[in-house]
């Protein structure tokens, strides 16, 4: 276990997830908190912020047709998170990244351009994004200094 790696704050929707349990198999101290964003993982300390989302749960009916709407609670926690944090990244996560997946995206990415969104197939998959966009930033934290 990396003795460096940052501590996050989870949100108890993702408690007994693979993603938490990659985390912290990873070395990552996490604490887990409801007062934080649903689906959220947060690096203190000007660090990023991450929403993590089924891609399914993305849109109010799936899959999605012309008329596709964005699930409003989602879209509230997203703007919300923005508002607050300096870097927002929405981790989709979905076995499959098809036709159906990519409107998704798209249409998220219509709503809110400035979001980066990030793939994922699975916890695993999320888990090991999510630490390499940490560590980069870190390692630019401090070679910055």
């Not at 799936?62 to 008329?67: A, F, I, L, N, V």
């Not at 940490?134 to 630019?140: A, D, G, Y």
Request: hydrophobic share 35%.
């Amino acid at each position: 276990m990396p003795n460096s790696a940052a501590p996050v704050i989870v949100h108890c929707s993702l408690s007994n997830s693979d993603l938490t349990n990659r985390l912290q198999q990873k070395g990552h101290r996490i604490r887990y908190g409801t007062g934080t964003t649903e689906g959220s993982l947060i690096f203190p300390n000007g660090g990023p912020v991450f929403i993590v989302q089924q891609l399914t749960k993305t849109i109010q009916n799936w899959p999605p047709d012309s008329e596709a709407v964005v699930d409003r609670d989602l879209l509230a926690r997203l703007i919300k998170a923005k508002q607050v944090h300096a870097t927002l990244y929405l981790v989709t996560v979905s076995p499959l990244l098809g036709l159906n997946e990519l409107k998704v995206i798209s249409l998220l990415q219509e709503m809110l351009p400035d979001l980066k969104i990030l793939p994922t197939k699975d916890g695993r998959e999320c888990a090991d994004a999510v630490c390499n966009i940490v560590k980069r930033r870190l390692e630019n934290q401090k070679r910055d200094k």
